[in-house]
């Protein structure tokens, strides 16, 4: 099985999705990691967005990269996409991919909006992550 990290800035929202829904759809594959610059905490919003998939996050918790030390990893993919943010370099002779996604947590307006925000992100994280593992040109 090869394992996956998705890093982002904060691994609140973006990487935190990633994680949840490679392992769930390509778990028999892929066994998906998270983690930050900086550890925060999952966002509530984004677990709540993935349980309308059926997927539980509840246990998340965000960490850094210093957790994961000693972990091997196939590929590392960084998620973050503003200009503003900065992704970190993997280092460990593993390939690092960028495939940006916007962050949900930034969107402003009412509850509703920014719900849907989470999931139209949480949907383009699921349809271009699942595509682009499931295509194995990477590999």
Do not use: W
């Not at 539980?56 to 210093?66: G, I, N, P, V, W």
């Not at 993997?90 to 947590?105: A, E, T």
């Not at 383009?124 to 992550?129: A, H, N």
């Amino acid at each position: 099985m090869k394992k996956v990290l998705f890093l982002c800035t904060h691994n609140s929202c973006r990487s935190q999705m990633a994680e949840g829904l490679i392992n769930h759809f390509l778990g028999n594959r892929y066994q998906a990691f998270s983690a930050g610059t900086e550890a925060t905490m999952v966002n509530q919003l984004a677990i709540e967005v993935m349980a309308e998939l059926g997927i539980d996050m509840s246990k998340h918790f965000s960490k850094t990269l210093e957790e994961l030390a000693g972990e091997q990893f196939d590929h590392v993919i960084t998620l973050c996409g503003s200009a503003n943010e900065l992704c970190p370099v993997y280092v460990g002779g593993v390939k690092r991919v960028h495939i940006g996604f916007d962050d949900p947590s930034r969107t402003v307006g009412n509850q509703g909006e920014v719900m849907q925000d989470f999931r139209r992100v949480r949907d383009e994280i699921k349809e271009r992550l699942i595509a682009y593992l499931a295509r194995g040109q990477h590999e």
